[in-house]
Structure formats: structure tokens, C-alpha cells
């Protein structure tokens, strides 16, 4: 049967992708972020995922203000990447894996969460940076990879205690299919920031450094933290961490933290980093 036997938490800055793209990771300003997840790339190499289910945001890419899905899945067999206003990435195209992500909507749907279904969508960089931060610059990426896109654009957004208990629906779903796959969930997005208002450039290393240590010990406690916190102590577009729960619900409850990575600034975002495996 298929198995989710790791997580990864990481933050999906749009000037993290560039800064690859345009071989800048060895700059001053770089070269300690990218040092950061050295580890991560020598750990998925060993790891070799078959699938990654990936969830981030819709940055207006796939989805515009007349069609905001709370949750949605690809289940596609390819996915491209967008053009968000000047020119796709030079990535890879992303391979989905239609039967599981379809197995997966069929069984968390039935089991009373709202999925919608997509099978085009063009994925932006919230989904291709956590990637290349995690394979580098391959000709294809090494996995198939089944987005999962949450809604924390539009107001409201789903609750931390929904997003939690959506990853153990889709942990139930995956465990449920019938075909031996190593399984792997992302969750990204995040840390603290604020990109508009008098409050631009907001970041609050000390907030990050509790949420890091929570969703490790007292995911189930920091799932109930109400909206009003994060926007409050992590900018309006702390909110993002949200989807940091969705990994983890569909973890176990003791987990090996294999790496722990927090480092600003990257273009007025923290970046906050989380290799998980399952106990």
C-alpha cells in the first residue's frame, strides 16, 4: 500500500526562484539561504519520493478573484508552469499522478471535505520553488507531484483546525490505495510577512521560531490558533502557514525533525525550513 513517510515544510518566496534561475545562489545575499537546504537535497536523494503531494497558494496564476476554490487538487498528468507576467520559469514541466490524486479526491471528498477537482492548471511559483529548492535544476523533476492549492488569498481562508484535519483525511485516503508508493507531503508558504500597508516588511522572528517548535510538539494546540494571531504577529501574509498544518496532520504524531532551517531576510519574507520523517 502507499505510505506518507516524511514531510517538508518551506517557505516559496518568488525571489528564491529567480535568484536560481539567474545563478545568483552564491551571492552574499543568497549563499546562507541556499546553504540551508543542503541538507534537504542530500536527504531526498536518499528518500527518492514517488510522489509528492504538494500544497501551496495560487498566487492569481490558476485562479482569479471570480473563481477562489477553498481546496483543490490537480489531477492532471502534467502541469506547466505559469506565466506570472514575465515569462514561465525554466523549470520542468511537473508530472502528476492522476490514479492517486483522483483515489485521494474520491476518499476526502466522501469523507465530508469540499475538494475541487482540477485537471488543467498552470502551477506558479509557490509550487516550483519548494522543487528547486529541494532538487536543484534537474531536466525533469525525479517524482510525479499532485498540487494541492489552498485558497489564503481571498478572504476567508480555511481555518488552521481545518487545514490540519484535511492532512489526516489525506493521509486515511493515501494509506488506502492500492499500489506500494513512498509518499511525501510539502506544505509551504510562510513565515512571517507583510507585503502592502504600513506594516510592509513586517517580520517576526519571534513568532516563527514558537510556530517551528509547535508544529513539531503541539501541532494539535497550534491547529487552534484563530486567524486574528497570525495576521496579527505574522503579517497579513502569515496566513500562509496554514497550509504548514496540512503537512502535518498527515504525519504522525511523533515525528523525527531531520532539519530546522530559519534564516531572514529573503526579499522581506522569513524563511522558515522543516525535514520531517515519521517515527
Known amino acids: 500500500m502507499a505510505k506518507i513517510t516524511a514531510g517538508v515544510a518551506t517557505s516559496h518566496v518568488p525571489a528564491i526562484g529567480a535568484a536560481i534561475d539567474n545563478g545568483k545562489t552564491q551571492e552574499p545575499y543568497w549563499q546562507p539561504l541556499f546553504a540551508g537546504y543542503d541538507f534537504a537535497k542530500n536527504w531526498i536523494e536518499d528518500q527518492k519520493p514517488d510522489v509528492v503531494i504538494l500544497v501551496y497558494n495560487d498566487h492569481a496564476s490558476a485562479f482569479d478573484l471570480n473563481f477562489v476554490p477553498t481546496f483543490a487538487i490537480g489531477c492532471g498528468a502534467e502541469f506547466k508552469p505559469a506565466d506570472e ?33 482540477v485537471n488543467t492548471i498552470d502551477v506558479d511559483h509557490g509550487l516550483t520553488v519548494p522543487l528547486s529548492l529541494m532538487f536543484g535544476q534537474p531536466k525533469a523533476w525525479p517524482c510525479k507531484v499532485i498540487p494541492v492549492a489552498v485558497n489564503v488569498v481571498l478572504y476567508p481562508a480555511p481555518s488552521g483546525r481545518r487545514c490540519y484535519n484535511l ?23 510562510g513565515m512571517s510577512h507583510q507585503l502592502q ?3 510592509a516588511g513586517l517580520i517576526n522572528q519571534e513568532f516563527d521560531n514558537a510556530f517551528l517548535d509547535r508544529i513539531v510538539d503541539d501541532a494539535e494546540g497550534l491547529s487552534q490558533m484563530p486567524h486574528f494571531d497570525y495576521l496579527n504577529q505574522a503579517g497579513s501574509e502569515g496566513i500562509e502557514l496554514v497550509m504548514w498544518l496540512i503537512m502535518r496532520g498527515a ?27 515519521n517515527k
Open 85 to 117: 507576467g514575465w515569462g514561465p520559469r525554466h523549470v520542468p514541466d511537473v508530472m502528476g499522478h492522476p490514479q492517486l490524486a483522483s483515489h485521494i479526491a474520491q476518499n476526502v471528498i466522501q469523507d465530508d471535505f469540499d475538494l475541487t477537482v
Open 167 to 189: 492532512g489526516k483525511a489525506i493521509r486515511k485516503a493515501v494509506e488506502s490505495f492500492d499500489e506500494d508508493l513512498n509518499v511525501q507531503i510539502w506544505g509551504t508558504g
Open 197 to 199: 500597508g504600513p506594516r
Open 251 to 277: 504525519l504522525n504524531d511523533k515525528v523525527d525533525v531531520k532539519q530546522r532551517f530559519y534564516h531572514v531576510p529573503a526579499s522581506n519574507t522569513a524563511v522558515g525550513h522543516l525535514v520531517l520523517e
